[in-house]
């Protein structure tokens, strides 16, 4: 066996309240000045009219006070969205990688694609990140259809497309979520001996991942995957974090991590 022969892992990671501290949703409805948007998710959850994490999309399609969305209001959403500290050492680090060790980092949301583009300009790269797709009326701008939600199993779909472009095995699939659009992903990746990583409390995505992981620092998610999947010891991952200018805090280890990480004085 060739042991020089680098892991490759597919890392992909959901957006809304995953990468950043709010819902997508709440942003736009604040932009847009329209009230009770969380209340228009509730009742649509109450009907199963939509997959869960699809709700947005929705109300831009069919909702009269949404109806007026168009590509530049999506676009400054994206920009008004408050994202979690340390996104681009992370995503550095998942660049560089590890010796004998390849990951490929995805952002796969429900949320617009134009949102999760503009949020994360400059630090992903627009073709690593998958969100709704929709189509506009070529006049008027209006949104006339929506042409791919990724929600629900809508997200397994595009993790298994993705495994098979990068020719990834479905047992080196890590996928990072927070809430119930998540849970379908949560087990197809479980299913296959892939690893999850919750970063919410919800109860549902706790009994269904394989770590938790709470924290404000994006670059938290690589403790469990260090910890669990690659055996590190805690000197190595403080020693790894301090490299890519950060300083592991606090870490309360259990069943769920509480992790506390700050930049290093004069660091990003």
């Known amino acids: 066996m060739n042991t020089n022969i680098a892991r490759h892992y597919l890392l992909a990671s959901d957006f809304d309240q995953t990468l950043s501290f709010n819902d997508s949703g709440v ?60 996104i681009p050492a992370l995503v550095r680090f998942l660049e560089r990688g590890l010796p004998n060790l390849r990951f490929s980092f995805f952002v796969i ?12 300009d400059g630090i992903v790269a627009p073709d690593h990140i998958y969100g709704t797709e929709l189509e506009y009326d070529a006049l008027s701008g209006e949104v006339h259809a929506i042409r791919r939600v990724p929600a629900g199993y809508g ?30 992903v949560m087990l197809h990746v479980n299913n296959h001996d892939g690893f999850t990583i919750a970063v919410s409390d919800n109860r549902q995505l706790a009994r269904i991942a394989r770590a938790t992981v709470l924290s404000d620092n994006a670059f938290s998610i690589m403790v469990p995957v260090l910890d669990q999947i690659l055996d590190w010891r805690t000197g190595e991952i403080r020693e790894l974090l301090e490299s890519n200018g950060l300083t592991l805090q606090a870490w309360e280890k259990a069943r769920t991590d509480h992790v506390r990480i700050d930049a290093v004085s004069g660091g990003e």
Do not use: C, M, W
Not at 158 to 176: F, M, N
């Open 109 to 120: 949301s429900a949320a617009p694609r134009e949102i999760v583009v503009a949020a994360l």
């Open 27 to 86: 942003v736009l409805s604040g932009l847009l000045g329209v009230e009770g948007y969380q209340e228009r998710v509730r009742g649509l959850a109450r009907t199963n009219l939509v997959q869960q994490g699809g709700e947005l999309a929705y109300l831009i399609r069919h909702d009269p006070e949404f109806r007026g969305v168009r590509p530049e209001h999506l676009l400054e959403t994206g920009r008004r969205v408050r994202l979690k500290s340390a």
């Open 155 to 184: 997200k397994v779909a595009v993790i298994e497309e993705l495994g098979r472009q990068l020719a990834i095995p479905a047992d080196r699939v890590i996928y990072v979520g927070d809430g119930g659009s998540d849970v379908h």
